[in-house]
């Protein structure tokens, strides 16, 4: 009888181990045929969308499986939707980290969720790269580290050029503000007047997001004497900034923009520019059909996916996460993911300024331009243009 109970115990046992090492965690297991799961959270619906980058990182993830995966493990890729709602951005967060057990956060692109969820990601020790960072937390948490260069970089950027390539004074800032952003396009604006010395004609940070009128504060910045506005819109809202302009005859006013209106639909939908609409792009213009954009253009309109600066940042958020997990040896968990991607050398890609490291941000700017009546953005530089460093 003890025989037989021993026999048994050991039978169980050794059942039990096998589906241990058999059973799926959500990607952190180390069975060979295992899944690993990658998540991000998007605001793909609501006012202001950024679907192109989760849609971006799909498709690098599914050409990784359709090649084999990494020695047969294939990504199961979690993008959900928190439609610009707090409560929403963070139980996807939760959904993805606690109950899917991700083992990192690739390709996100939300209005919020960085500043949501930071903290948790480092409760969990997850690590998470953006496709495109967007809130101040895509910034100012270890855990995160976006693969584009963001609106605040992008600010000192655009007023580097007007300022120092264009010979612009008088330069007015107008900020739409949503959140906690307020301080830290301050310090984009300080980081500028440190570098040169100067300082904007007047700050307005009371410029709505979907005003139905921007009349008001285009007449405002006339009658001060702005000869640029350095602005930070989504796209809409810089159409109705800019006719609002033509509608008061000012048509020798420079536009200093941020990435968010570089597309080929605001470009068809402006007639006058004024003296220009600069803008610097945070990847390698899209608009230009080089070998540089061949792979990331092949794969976008192989899928149908908008050939956009949001797709750019998704695909190449997806290529930084696949180079480092496939320079990896051992298990594939979220502890292994997160000290490789800690640990990662740097990865240098023509479509971005400054070769990619977890946790350095991007600095560099391609700057493009926009002429009255050509519908068509240009190149204005044969390089990057690069916040100098210390």
């Known amino acids: 009888m003890n025989k037989r109970i021993t026999a048994a115990a050991a039978l169980l046992a050794a059942g039990m181990l096998a589906l241990a090492g058999c059973s799926g965690d959500g990607g952190s297991g180390s069975g060979s045929s295992d899944p690993i799961v990658v998540g991000s959270v998007n605001t793909i619906s609501g006012p202001a969308t950024f679907p192109e980058a989760s849609q971006a990182a799909k498709a ?52 919020i969720e960085c500043d949501l969820n930071k903290k948790y990601y480092e409760q969990e020790g997850i690590l998470s790269i953006p496709g495109i960072g967007v809130d101040t937390g895509c910034f100012d948490s270890k855990n ?51 570098i040169t010395g100067k300082k904007p004609l007047y700050v307005d940070d009371t410029v709505p997001y979907g005003a139905s009128d921007y009349t008001p504060y285009i007449v405002k910045a006339k009658q001060a004497g702005c000869k640029a506005l350095a602005i930070n819109p989504v796209e809409p809202d ?33 007639d006058n520019a004024g003296a220009g609409i600069y803008v610097p792009a945070e990847f390698y213009p899209f608009t230009e059909e080089n070998d540089v954009n061949k792979d990331w253009r092949d794969l976008m309109t192989k899928n149908n996916i908008p050939l956009t600066s949001f797709s750019q940042g998704g695909y190449l958020a997806a290529t930084h996460f696949l180079t480092v997990l496939k320079g990896m040896k051992g298990d594939i968990t979220r502890e292994t993911v997160t000290e490789a991607l ?19 941000h991007n600095t560099a700017g391609w700057p493009i331009e926009l002429k009255s009546g050509t519908h068509k953005w240009e190149k204005v530089s044969d390089d990057w243009l690069r916040i100098p460093t210390k």
């Open 144 to 194: 995160i580290s976006p693969a584009n260069v963001g609106p605040y970089n992008d600010m000192t950027l655009t007023l580097l050029y007007g300022s120092e390539q264009l010979k612009l004074d008088n330069i007015c800032v107008l900020l739409e503000i949503a959140g906690s952003t307020r301080p830290t396009y301050q310090a984009a604006i300080d980081s500028w007047t440190k």
């Open 60 to 111: 690098v993830f599914d050409k990784f499986n359709a090649d084999g995966g990494l020695n047969g493990r294939k990504i199961d890729y979690k993008a959900l939707d928190d439609k610009g709602d707090p409560a929403t951005a963070t139980a996807n967060a939760r959904e993805i980290v606690g109950s899917d057990n991700a083992v990192a956060m690739v390709g996100s692109a939300s209005l």
């Open 238 to 270: 810089a159409i109705g900034q800019v006719k609002a302009a033509n509608a008061q005859g000012w048509n020798d006013v420079t536009w200093l923009y941020l990435t968010s209106v570089y597309s080929e639909n605001f470009a068809k939908a402006v």
């Open 342 to 360: 800690k640990n990662m050398k740097p990865i240098d890609n023509k479509m971005i300024g400054t070769p990619f490291t977890f946790g350095v």
